[in-house]
């Protein structure tokens, strides 16, 4: 796996203030972002009886809940600085989303680098952070983060996302790999069969984006009944963010099928909405 040597800009400790916040840009200047409030006695415990990291990681997210982001930002801070990877988990998605604080891409790849070097085991309760944290990974090293250490590399993202795949079958990172291997991505030599096979994996967990590519391959492999009824059926279930890529490829298939085979095609499509293939 490739890891990207990163200097933290979180001291150990800092309780108070979000401070000076230098985005990695380069010919940028630093910006300061604005000032938390501090956490009180009563969240963090006094110096010599503190409270655990995951008392104040529940107070940060009763604070977000609350419409409080300024306070929720500096109880992960402090919970994260303590080891807790659910506040670091936390913390890297709003740097990612500029949600409560100014997006940052490369604070947001920090935060994941740290959770993603944690030994968690497959089926512990902290698998699914660190799970995540390396499709993020994947996601920012295969296109870099300009103005940041974080080049392009998509060799490096293929790590990231076997990891995940394989270690911990995220059906994110398991499409990911089939798309990598389609397309021969990042040196990668293409392998339509092992593509494949990754993307029925992620297909049998409910991952729409496979489980259209995987017909869009039936299809063209001659399997146009099958193809054509799975892209139909992801089509129905897909996120509205997927819906209009998944969208031309099925209309595309659809145009070229035979008018038996559309409609036997249709009637399998609502048998796997209904039967939840």
Known sequence: MIVYEVS??????????????????????????????????????????????????????????????????????????????????????????G????????????????????????????????SDALVALGGY???????????????????????AAATYRNPNAQYEVGRMLMTGEGGLKSNIRQAGRWFQLAAEKGHTGAQATLGHLLFQSGKVVRG??????????????????IRGMQEEAFALAGEADRRTAIALAQDMLVGGE
């Open 228 to 245: 054509l009824a799975m892209m139909t059926a992801a089509l129905e279930r897909a996120p509205a963010a997927d819906k209009s890529w």
């Open 8 to 97: 933290s800009t979180r001291p150990a400790g800092r309780l108070a203030m979000a401070g000076l916040f230098c985005a990695v840009a380069a010919g940028t200047l630093c910006a300061a972002t604005p000032q938390a409030h501090a956490l009180d006695q009563s969240v963090i415990g006094s110096p010599d009886e503190p409270r655990s990291p995951w008392a104040v990681f529940r107070f940060g997210f009763t604070a977000y809940k609350s419409g409080h982001k300024d306070q929720a930002v500096e109880a992960y801070r402090y919970a994260a600085d303590k080891g807790q990877i659910g506040a670091r988990w936390k913390l890297a998605r709003m740097y990612a989303e």
């Open 141 to 163: 090293v295969r296109a870099g983060i300009p103005g940041s250490p974080v080049q392009a590399n998509p060799a490096a993202a293929q790590d990231y996302y076997m990891r």
């Open 99 to 130: 949600d409560g604080v100014a997006r940052n891409d490369y604070e947001a790849f920090k935060f994941y680098q740290e959770i993603a070097a944690q030994e968690v085991e497959p089926g512990s309760p902290e698998e699914s952070y660190v």
